[in-house]
């Protein structure tokens, strides 16, 4: 390399890490691995089970608000149009409300475009899920979010997701999906019969998904020592933070 492009290469180094603390945002890991179980609160205005979940009056930035007044450790914003209802702007606004609060970018990933569109519409992090990509595109697409700085929540819903999921390099975080994509029934089993097969010595941040209703929920999944659980509904159309 002559002697010039080794000086432009150097100042160009200064300029990129700026330039990247400008799109740099908050962990979820981190804010997962707080004492106690951590809530990561979603925003799901619909889901091919339940139909409507928010109403015609739903306020975002109130649902934000009450989910930061209440301590929850994270965001999950979901971003699929037409099963969902959920829109990529739903993620930014979270993002600049509340900049210090980790957001996910909870969606059906399976193109490169999706990773980088992610980066920057916002998020911290985006969720790929075992079952709908092979081997290949979860390696590959895990590296490039790691590459962009985003972090990767690897969803699981049974022993052979699990065993899949565990040979993806540097997987730091997993997510144990309660729901029977089959019957959308969902049950704590699932979290519960996963969870001792995960090896502790990996370091893996481990969050359970879907089915958590009640305090009681809540407190039996602490009860089985995972860090975080994600939830949707119930926080949409309950006061499950803050039960009267």
Request: aromatic share 6%; net charge negative.
């Amino acid at each position: 390399m002559s002697n010039i492009l080794h000086k432009i290469k150097l100042e160009r180094e200064k300029q990129l890490s700026e330039e990247k603390k400008i799109l740099s945002k908050p962990s979820l890991i981190k804010a997962l691995k707080k004492d106690g179980i951590q809530i990561i609160g979603e925003i799901k205005r619909a889901s091919p089970s339940k139909g409507t979940i928010a109403k015609d009056t739903f306020d975002i930035e109130k649902q934000l608000d009450y989910y930061v007044k209440n301590n929850i450790a994270a965001f999950s914003i979901l971003t699929e149009n037409h099963f969902f209802k959920g829109q990529n702007e739903d993620l930014t606004f979270a993002g600049k409300l509340h900049p210090e609060i980790p957001v996910l970018r909870k969606d059906f990933i399976f193109d490169p475009f999706q990773v980088a569109q992610a980066k920057f519409i916002g998020a911290s992090a985006v969720l790929l899920i075992v079952k709908m990509l092979s081997d290949i595109e979860l390696i590959n697409l895990h590296k490039l979010a790691l590459d962009l700085e985003l972090e990767v929540l690897v969803e699981i819903h049974n022993e052979e997701d699990l065993e899949r999921a565990l040979r993806i390099p540097e997987i730091k975080l997993l997510g144990i999906n309660n729901r029977n994509l089959d019957t959308f029934e969902t049950s704590l089993s699932v979290t519960e019969n996963l969870f001792p097969k995960i090896p502790a010595g990996k370091d893996i941040t481990i969050i359970s998904e879907s089915g958590v209703h009640t305090q009681e929920d809540l407190k039996f999944l602490e009860s089985i020592g995972v860090d975080g659980v994600l939830i949707g509904e119930s926080l949409m159309k309950t006061s499950l933070l803050n039960p009267k």
